[in-house]
């Protein structure tokens, strides 16, 4: 069984904060993304990975970067956090992009 | 970015019907997938579909990648309780990234 799994469920942060979210999948994918869930929005491409070191923007980069210094793990970034960046965050690996399996997500509040 | 636009928005239904929504983009998919998200977890995929014309089912899930690939269809069978969640389209072009809908969240009266 796949598993992907991110650090947190809940997190609560002050705006100004540098907020880390950290995803880990155990089945050797090459591909790995963030997104964001908002309601009536759907789920939108933050940044996408398609090896280490490699990474390329999606559709929502500004305010965030993201690093991926080992196979297996993905980090986003949040330089600066601000109100407007409360949201559900999900992580995903795949080794075909269509075929994504993605973490349970963590739910960020910017206070 | 692209979005696609999913309907209905959200769904309430009597436990025993049977459900239908779709998504439709302005631009042309490859591949065209469909994800259910349960409370409290990320999304998985049910059905992925390949050819215009597909009709693809998995249990009491059928899905059809539209003729002219601008489109994609869900029904789901004599609903349960298990069914409810949000259900998301995402599409495909080449090896690009997945382009998702706003999702259609389902909820059923017992």
């Known amino acids: 069984d796949v598993k992907v799994t991110q650090s947190s469920r809940y997190l609560v942060k002050r705006t100004g904060e540098k907020v880390f979210l950290e995803c880990v999948q155990d089945m050797d994918h090459e591909n790995m993304f963030w997104y964001r869930q908002d309601p009536g929005l759907g789920l939108r491409l933050i940044y996408f990975?398609?090896?280490?070191?490699?990474?390329e923007k999606g559709d929502i980069p500004e305010g965030y970067s993201v690093s991926r210094e080992k196979k297996e793990r993905f980090s986003l970034i949040l330089e600066s956090a601000s109100t407007n960046q409360t949201s559900m965050y999900l992580c995903?690996?795949?080794?075909?992009?269509?075929?994504?399996?993605f973490g349970p997500g963590t739910r960020l509040t910017v206070t | 970015g692209q979005q696609l636009n999913q309907s209905p928005q959200s769904m309430f239904i009597q436990e025993g019907e049977d459900v239908s929504m779709n998504c439709t983009s302005s631009?042309?998919?490859?591949?065209w997938l469909w994800y259910k998200q349960d409370p409290g977890e990320g999304p998985v995929l049910l059905i992925a579909?390949?050819?215009?014309?597909e009709l693809t089912s998995n249990g009491r899930l059928t899905a059809q990648f539209g003729i002219t690939r601008k489109d994609s269809f869900l029904n789901i069978s004599a609903s349960i309780p298990s069914d409810v969640g949000i259900y998301f389209c995402?599409?495909?072009?080449?090896?690009?990234?997945?382009?998702f809908g706003q999702g259609t969240r389902l909820t059923i009266n017992p």
């Open positions: 579909l390949y050819k215009a014309g």
């Open positions: 995903a690996s795949s080794r075909v992009v269509h075929e994504q399996y």
């Open positions: 995402a599409g495909q072009r080449g090896a690009q990234k997945l382009v």
């Open positions: 631009s042309i998919f490859n591949t």
């Open positions: 990975s398609y090896d280490v070191k490699m990474k």
